[in-house]
């Protein structure tokens, strides 16, 4: 278990050996059960569909000041456990799902020794890596809800500390809150024990029960339905496109975006991720030729007082609608900005609901939802102010593009084509996009719109750009899309896949597919047997069968007949018909 780092004074091999386990004990203030959270239940849904998913353990650094000991990480973080009770509880699922918080409980510290020779700040960034790779190598599951890990050098001194998180009891923003407690508590000792009572996900839980409460869940609900049924299938749906069965990340970092985005949030006065987020809305417009999109992203929910230092999971997806058009980019910007914050306001919502509602949504448009891509941006949200008076010369950004850097990585594994996280805006913009499948969206496609997303951001810095600028400045050309693709229902459709489509699930039945008759989308026409006799019938087989199809609906019309015609492409040509329908 060794890495190789350069110091920047010797080339050195970080080397963990395990040293000592120790059980750590806490205790709250209180046993107690009740209902889940609305975040609790949302993360508990898509766990349960998969629980290796690479996010049920968030592993972080935990910042150590200099010169503390095992014992002093080891009492600091009982505290912590003690003062938040996510991180003792546990869930039940018979029935109505339940959370029990556990008056006192213990988790594991683990300790590692570091290979003799003199260890220091300059050597953590390093140290915590390992430690951190070193916990994943390692199993844990959701249940866990909390492991830690140092690394200590000779003298017993503290070099780096990591942890692994359950989801289920934390989200980022959570995360955000224990490394400044901890780190408080470790710099001074006498604020361990300092503090009032603070609103746990049972208070959270009593919260939402309220009638209030639930207007405002049903009416997150209604926001979403509403979205769902304008998003696309897939967004970044590309011809020619086969899977690969490989994953993989790569993060643009961009002093010169940084600096840019800055310029464009002092001038709009909007937050820096809706500066982020316009720009790379504006290059998914261009490429995919969308004058509307809507996609999923993720809401920290923390906007009311009493949930700003809230210890639980309470971020959940919602659904953003951007409208990108002929906007110029600082006008998009705005719109950028007030399409996430009502996004965010309607992002605490019931996900048994939102799931049922999903599944017939799905059912008529003849559809499975992919949640692409999913933009998850790590950097509050707000106009703090900090950009205004902001003023780079636009030699000193043109400089700064010498530094970007584009660093690949495998990924895991996950069923959302796509994923956009927004890391970080000071300094750098630290952008991070995901392919689930390389055959799907390849490499190139994937480097070719972040470096478009830096481009139009440096273009501009100095000023508003038209629409026609925009376009310019992207320096991407749209798909390139044959004849037999079409838009249907907000979806870019192969015709040729929803033809295999009706060869593989409607069998021994003859089918044909045809973009349009008579006025309707998506025409099926095929001949009745034993197994398919009504529309509802060969929708119902459509469905099963497409997720295995990317670039293909389920036909929005069914025409079911005796025989199949000697030319086929033709849809005169089949004879009168059985039954017709929807099949919804």
């Given at each position: 278990?060794?890495?190789?780092?350069?110091t920047?004074?010797?080339?050195?091999?970080?080397?963990?050996?395990?040293?000592?386990?120790?059980?750590?004990?806490?205790?709250?203030?209180?046993?107690?059960?009740?209902?889940?959270?609305?975040?609790?239940?949302?993360?508990?849904?898509?766990?349960?569909?998969?629980?290796?998913?690479?996010?049920?353990?968030?592993?972080?650094?935990?910042?150590?000041?200099?010169?503390?000991?095992?014992?002093?990480?080891?009492?600091?973080?009982?505290?912590?456990?003690?003062?938040?009770?996510?991180?003792?509880?546990?869930?039940?699922?018979d029935?109505?799902a339940?959370?029990?918080v556990?008056?006192t409980?213990?988790?594991?510290l683990?300790?590692?020794?570091?290979?003799?020779?003199?260890?220091?700040?300059?050597?953590?960034?390093?140290?915590?890596?390992?430690?951190l790779?070193?916990?994943?190598?390692?199993?844990?599951?959701?249940?866990?809800?909390?492991?830690?890990?140092?690394?200590?050098?000779?003298?017993?001194?503290?070099?780096?500390?990591?942890?692994?998180?359950?989801?289920?009891?934390?989200?980022?923003?959570?995360?955000?809150?224990?490394?400044?407690?901890?780190?408080?508590?470790?710099?001074?000792?006498?604020?361990?024990?300092?503090?009032?009572?603070?609103?746990?996900?049972?208070?959270?839980?009593?919260?939402?029960?309220?009638?209030?409460?639930?207007?405002?869940?049903r009416?997150?609900?209604?926001?979403?339905?509403?979205?769902?049924?304008?998003?696309?299938?897939?967004?970044l749906?590309?011809?020619?496109?086969?899977?690969?069965?490989?994953?993989?990340?790569?993060?643009?970092?961009?002093?010169?975006a940084a600096?840019?985005?800055?310029?464009?949030?002092?001038?709009?006065?909007?937050?820096?991720?809706?500066?982020?987020?316009?720009?790379?809305?504006?290059?998914l417009?261009?490429?995919?030729?969308?004058?509307?999109?809507?996609?999923?992203?993720?809401?920290?929910?923390?906007?009311?007082?009493?949930?700003?230092?809230?210890?639980?999971?309470?971020?959940?997806?919602?659904l953003?609608?951007?409208?990108?058009?002929?906007?110029?980019?600082?006008?998009?910007?705005?719109?950028?900005?007030?399409?996430?914050?009502?996004?965010?306001?309607?992002?605490?919502?019931?996900?048994?609901?939102?799931?049922?509602?999903?599944?017939?949504?799905?059912?008529?448009?003849?559809?499975?939802?992919?949640?692409?891509?999913?933009?998850?941006s790590?950097?509050?949200?707000?106009?703090?102010?900090?950009t205004?008076?902001?003023?780079?010369?636009?030699?000193?950004?043109?400089?700064?593009?010498?530094?970007?850097?584009l660093?690949?990585?495998?990924?895991?594994?996950?069923?959302?084509?796509?994923?956009?996280?927004?890391?970080?805006?000071?300094?750098?913009?630290?952008?991070?996009?995901?392919?689930?499948?390389?055959?799907?969206?390849?490499?190139?496609?994937?480097?070719?719109?972040?470096?478009?997303v830096?481009?139009?951001?440096?273009?501009?810095?100095?000023?508003?750009?038209d629409a026609?600028?925009?376009?310019?400045?992207?320096?991407?050309?749209?798909?390139?899309?044959?004849?037999?693709?079409?838009?249907?229902?907000?979806?870019?459709?192969?015709?040729?896949?929803?033809?295999?489509?009706?060869?593989e699930?409607?069998?021994?039945?003859?089918?044909?597919?045809?973009?349009?008759?008579?006025?309707?989308?998506?025409?099926?026409?095929l001949?009745?047997?034993?197994?398919v006799?009504?529309p509802?019938?060969?929708?119902?087989?459509?469905?099963a069968?497409?997720?295995?199809?990317?670039?293909?609906?389920?036909?929005?019309?069914?025409?079911?007949?005796?025989?199949?015609?000697?030319?086929?492409?033709?849809?005169?040509?089949?004879?009168?018909?059985?039954?017709?329908?929807?099949?919804?």
């Amino acid at each position: 278990m060794t890495t190789s780092i350069d110091t920047g004074r010797r080339r050195r091999r970080v080397r963990l050996t395990p040293v000592d386990a120790i059980q750590v004990s806490s205790t709250g203030s209180r046993a107690a059960e009740g209902p889940v959270t609305l975040g609790q239940l949302n993360t508990l849904q898509w766990l349960e569909l998969d629980a290796d998913h690479p996010a049920a353990v968030l592993r972080v650094e935990l910042p150590v000041p200099d010169g503390k000991s095992v014992d002093d990480v080891a009492e600091t973080a009982s505290v912590l456990v003690a003062r938040h009770e996510s991180l003792r509880t546990t869930y039940v699922r018979d029935g109505d799902a339940r959370q029990v918080v556990a008056a006192t409980s213990t988790f594991t510290l683990h300790v590692c020794a570091l290979d003799e020779g003199r260890w220091g700040p300059r050597d953590r960034a390093a140290v915590a890596g390992r430690l951190l790779a070193w916990l994943r190598e390692r199993r844990d599951t959701a249940a866990t809800t909390l492991r830690m890990a140092v690394a200590t050098d000779e003298g017993g001194t503290v070099i780096a500390c990591a942890a692994g998180f359950s989801h289920l009891a934390v989200d980022f923003g959570s995360i955000e809150v224990l490394k400044r407690e901890f780190t408080e508590m470790l710099a001074h000792p006498d604020r361990r024990h300092v503090g009032g009572p603070r609103h746990q996900p049972l208070d959270q839980a009593e919260l939402e029960a309220t009638p209030a409460e639930r207007r405002r869940t049903r009416a997150a609900n209604d926001y979403v339905r509403e979205l769902a049924r304008r998003q696309p299938r897939c967004l970044l749906a590309l011809p020619g496109a086969t899977r690969s069965g490989e994953s993989l990340g790569v993060e643009l970092s961009s002093p010169a975006a940084a600096m840019a985005v800055r310029q464009v949030a002092a001038r709009t006065r909007c937050s820096r991720s809706s500066v982020v987020l316009a720009a790379t809305c504006a290059v998914l417009a261009r490429r995919t030729g969308y004058r509307e999109l809507v996609f999923p992203s993720l809401s920290s929910n923390r906007f009311e007082r009493h949930l700003v230092d809230f210890v639980g999971s309470l971020a959940q997806g919602n659904l953003v609608a951007v409208e990108v058009g002929d906007r110029s980019f600082d006008a998009l910007v705005k719109h950028t900005w007030a399409a996430v914050l009502e996004a965010s306001r309607h992002s605490r919502y019931d996900g048994v609901e939102r799931g049922g509602s999903d599944e017939r949504i799905q059912h008529e448009r003849g559809m499975h939802f992919l949640y692409d891509p999913l933009f998850n941006s790590l950097v509050p949200e707000s106009w703090s102010g900090v950009t205004a008076g902001v003023k780079h010369r636009p030699e000193e950004i043109t400089a700064a593009l010498r530094q970007t850097e584009l660093r690949w990585r495998p990924v895991p594994h996950n069923g959302t084509p796509v994923r956009i996280g927004l890391n970080e805006v000071d300094g750098r913009v630290l952008l991070d996009l995901w392919s689930a499948d390389t055959g799907l969206v390849p490499r190139t496609e994937m480097e070719s719109w972040l470096l478009a997303v830096e481009r139009l951001l440096v273009g501009a810095a100095a000023g508003d750009l038209d629409a026609a600028r925009i376009r310019e400045a992207t320096g991407l050309d749209p798909i390139a899309r044959p004849a037999d693709w079409v838009l249907v229902d907000s979806c870019w459709v192969d015709l040729a896949e929803v033809q295999q489509l009706l060869d593989e699930a409607l069998a021994p039945s003859v089918a044909r597919v045809y973009g349009s008759v008579d006025g309707r989308d998506l025409v099926a026409y095929l001949t009745a047997t034993d197994a398919v006799r009504t529309p509802e019938q060969a929708h119902a087989r459509c469905l099963a069968a497409l997720p295995d199809h990317l670039n293909a609906l389920a036909p929005r019309h069914y025409v079911l007949c005796p025989t199949a015609p000697v030319d086929a492409t033709d849809p005169a040509a089949w004879p009168t018909p059985l039954a017709t329908g929807t099949g919804r």
